[in-house]
């Protein structure tokens, strides 16, 4: 079986811990105190979302040709 990977983003919440999302696979958010533990999470919530496009025969999609730029603007207030 081929290794995939895929991007995660943590987003830090005021009330403590990370909310991760991954950006490839719509709707696949989920949630940790630490960083370790929504790293943990995310490759659990990555497996299972796999796994389900599998079951309904649907395709699942890659990072592969994927590019990534950070774009810094200035805001106005």
């Known amino acids: 079986m ?3 990977n895929y ?4 987003k830090k919440e005021p ?3 990370y909310t991760v999302t991954v950006p490839s ?3 696949c958010i989920t949630y ?3 960083i370790e533990e929504a790293k943990k999470m995310a490759k659990e919530a990555i ?5 389900s496009l599998k079951a309904h ?3 699942i999609p890659t990072e592969e040709e994927t590019l990534e730029y950070t774009l810094t603007i200035t805001a106005y207030a």
Do not use: A, S, V
């Open 15 to 17: 009330e403590g811990g």
């Open 25 to 27: 696979l719509p709707g």
């Open 7 to 10: 991007r995660i983003l943590f």
């Open 32 to 34: 940790g105190e630490t």
């Open 47 to 51: 497996e299972l979302y796999i796994e």
């Open 2 to 4: 081929k290794p995939l």
């Open 57 to 59: 025969g649907e395709e």
